[in-house]
């Protein structure tokens, strides 16, 4: 199916339940179903419902309505640069719909909300057994970073984290 049958929108409310589908294909295919927790009211209320949005979505958009990809994104505000970064968080394009450039719109339209916005870079991260996605990425322009390494802290080492007391004041009124 070319390409030129679809176009990149942002997502509105109504296209819930068909992001969330999608969103699930991700946790399928990057291997953590088990611990996906998105769901219609978390779409509405962090999407939708609220300005800003904790998250922004793209979607391409067939001409007949239905969607064969997305792409999340949201804005780190303040950098080293002094300018934002769009960050992106997910990108999933449909098994059906793929080599048909749709990820490439969506990218591009990402690239362009970047601009329009001011931001100085847009970065995300891929899988390192996702050989394919770093191809395309690659073809786009993109550069793996030598430097920074990815790091998370969840789960059970999180909540220990947070449970030691802090050594200095987080109080904003014993800052000053």
């Keep these: 199916m070319p390409a030129s049958l679809f176009r990149v929108d942002l997502a509105t409310a109504a296209d819930i339940p068909t992001l969330l589908p999608l969103m699930e ?19 509405y209320r962090q999407g939708f419902a609220q300005q800003p949005p904790d998250f922004y ?15 999340v994104y ?9 300018t934002p970064t769009l960050f992106i968080k ?3 394009v ?18 362009q909300a970047a601009v329009a916005h001011g931001c100085g870079a847009v970065r995300w991260a891929v899988a ?22 990815d790091y998370s802290l969840s789960g059970p080492a999180l909540l220990a984290l947070a449970d030691t007391p802090a050594p200095i004041s987080q109080k904003r009124n014993e800052l000053q």
């Design 128 to 149: 390192d057994w996702n050989t394919a996605g770093r191809r395309f990425y690659e073809r786009l322009g993109a550069q793996a970073n030598p430097v920074w390494v």
């Design 25 to 43: 294909g991700l946790a399928d295919f990057e291997h953590y179903r088990d611990t996906f927790a998105v769901t219609a009211d978390v779409l």
């Design 94 to 111: 449909t098994e059906a719909y793929r080599g048909h450039h749709l990820g490439e719109a969506l990218m591009r339209a990402a690239a």
């Design 90 to 92: 997910e990108l999933f």
């Design 74 to 82: 949201y804005f780190l505000p303040f950098t080293a640069s002094a």
């Design 57 to 71: 979505c793209l979607v391409a958009r067939h001409a007949e309505g239905h969607l064969g990809g997305l792409l």
